[in-house]
């Protein structure tokens, strides 16, 4: 079955550090792009960073800086390695695979449980 | 690129034709893609390419538009149909949500 499972969030103080985790089965990473989302509490879906087949990395502007995106194929696992966290940075974040070409966007088709991260004093 | 989703919440009744509109900032052509959200749950992919409908997903949904301006279209509304809606558009560089179109029950 092709599926993703996230993990490593928890409870963290403001400026600490996190690494989530985005193992993937049934399938291997290198064939797609992948990406992490997060969503904070009552709020709505917010992208916060890709890598495409090519390998290159993208973050949104509220991340920038603080986030690395990266992948270990031996290990077919995604990771997003979070600094200088802030209360702003609580949400649930999603792992989530994507496809694309020259002409079409093919969607994000599979999607992690998703992983809460609450930066709290 | 900016999305703009509207409505961002509407009440209809089972059976119902619902629309929901994205607009983007820019033209993104096939770039573009449609969520499906219910509490607790991870988003699911309903329409890709802007208009063409993800493999399971039922044919009520459907998709159009193109360049800037984008349309899910709902036909006969189903109780499992209630949830919140995203649109999505890709660029090199990222990759934008729409604020969100909860669909509640009248």
């Known amino acids: 079955e092709v599926q993703l499972s996230d993990s490593g969030g928890g409870l963290v103080q403001p400026g600490e550090s996190l690494r989530l985790s985005c193992a993937a089965s049934?399938?291997?990473?290198?064939?797609?792009?992948v990406s992490w989302v997060r969503q904070a509490p009552g709020k709505g879906l917010e992208w916060v960073s890709a890598?495409?087949?090519?390998?290159?990395?993208h973050y949104a502007d509220s991340v920038k800086g603080r986030c690395t995106i990266s992948m270990d194929n031996s290990r077919n696992t995604l990771y997003l390695q979070m600094n200088s966290l802030r209360a702003e940075d609580s949400a649930v974040y999603y792992c989530?695979?994507?496809?694309?070409?020259?002409?079409?966007?093919?969607?994000?088709?599979?999607w992690g449980l998703g992983t809460t991260v609450t930066v709290s004093s | 690129i900016q999305l703009t989703q509207s409505p961002s919440s509407l009440s209809a009744s089972v059976g119902d034709r619902v629309t929901i509109t994205c607009r983007a900032s820019?033209?993104?052509?096939?770039?573009f893609a449609w969520y499906q959200q219910k509490p607790g749950e991870a988003p699911k992919l309903l329409i890709y390419?802007?208009?063409t409908l993800q493999s399971g997903v039922p044919s009520r949904f459907s998709g159009s538009g193109s360049g800037t301006d984008f349309t899910l279209t709902i036909t006969s509304l189903q109780p499992e149909d209630f949830a919140t809606y995203y649109c999505?558009?890709?660029?090199?560089?990222?990759?934008?949500f729409g604020g969100g179109t909860k669909v509640e029950i009248k």
């Open positions: 989530a695979r994507y496809s694309y070409d020259s002409s079409n966007f093919y969607g994000m088709d599979v």
């Open positions: 890598i495409g087949r090519d390998g290159v990395t």
């Open positions: 820019q033209g993104i052509s096939n770039y």
């Open positions: 049934g399938f291997t990473f290198s064939g797609y792009a």
């Open positions: 999505q558009q890709l660029t090199y560089y990222s990759l934008t």
């Open positions: 390419a802007a208009s």
